[in-house]
């Protein structure tokens, strides 16, 4: 089955401590993205990547920092410098294409900085 | 800037019908998404218009003006399981392409 993978569900850090959130799609997507939600809120962008070796900053990206070594992983880093970093993040993917362009998301990781 | 409304709850009855309205305003347009999202779990897809017009889909129909900026998704035959966030998104014509603009959703509560 085709889809995005996201781990842990869960994760729970120290202040002060660097995370790293993993994703992974099968769906040969170009384009990756990380969103944050949190409650009341509509999805945030904060990083995306629309081919491997390359990213660009979404509107949110202070604190984070992603990779994309290969075209079906695009981890994301949560670094002390994120003064707020406890959210649901989600991982979303999508084809590269002119016109339609439906993203898939992940199941999320809910990430709780204690 | 970006901007993309919606209103932030809606409660109807299991059987009746609610209109959630989604007004925009941003710096390009290649399509509105709606989704839907129960609590802590992912979006998912509900219907895609680029096209002015309505897009009908089972229960659900999507509406779309985009010389008013104004999309609206009609969730028909409520059940209890229509119990969810339903987020309107743009999908913005950038020089990267597959990038969205999210609201910040409608939770709809479906009473019995």
């Known amino acids: 089955d085709g889809g995005i993978t996201q781990s842990p569900k869960y994760l729970f850090r120290k202040e002060g401590q660097n995370v790293t959130l993993s994703c992974e799609q099968n769906?040969?997507?170009?384009?990756m993205y990380w969103y944050r939600q949190d409650p009341g809120q509509g999805l945030r962008l904060i990083y995306y990547s629309q081919i491997v070796n390359d990213f660009q900053k979404g509107d949110i990206a202070e604190g984070y920092s992603v990779s994309r070594e290969k075209k079906e992983s695009f981890p994301l880093t949560v670094t002390s410098a994120q003064k707020n970093p406890t959210a649901f993040y989600l991982c979303a993917s999508s084809e590269l294409s002119p016109g339609y362009n439906e993203q898939f998301f992940g199941p999320g990781t809910r990430l709780t900085v204690l | 800037g970006q901007n993309i409304d919606q209103p932030t709850e809606m409660t109807a009855t299991e059987g009746a019908i609610v209109q959630i309205n989604c007004t925009y305003q941003?710096?390009?347009?290649?399509?509105l998404f709606w989704y839907q999202q129960h609590a802590g779990e992912a979006p998912t897809f509900l219907s895609y218009n680029v096209l002015d017009g309505l897009e009908e889909k089972g229960r659900f129909s999507s509406f779309l003006s985009r010389s008013k900026g104004y999309s609206y998704l009609l969730l028909k035959e409520l059940q209890m399981k229509d119990s969810a966030s339903y987020l309107c998104?743009?999908?913005?014509?950038?020089?990267?392409?597959?990038?969205?603009?999210f609201g910040a959703g409608t939770q709809v509560v479906v009473t019995p």
């Open positions: 769906l040969n997507h170009d384009a």
């Open positions: 941003t710096s390009g347009f290649n399509g």
């Open positions: 998104a743009v999908l913005m014509t950038t020089d990267s392409w597959g990038k969205f603009q």
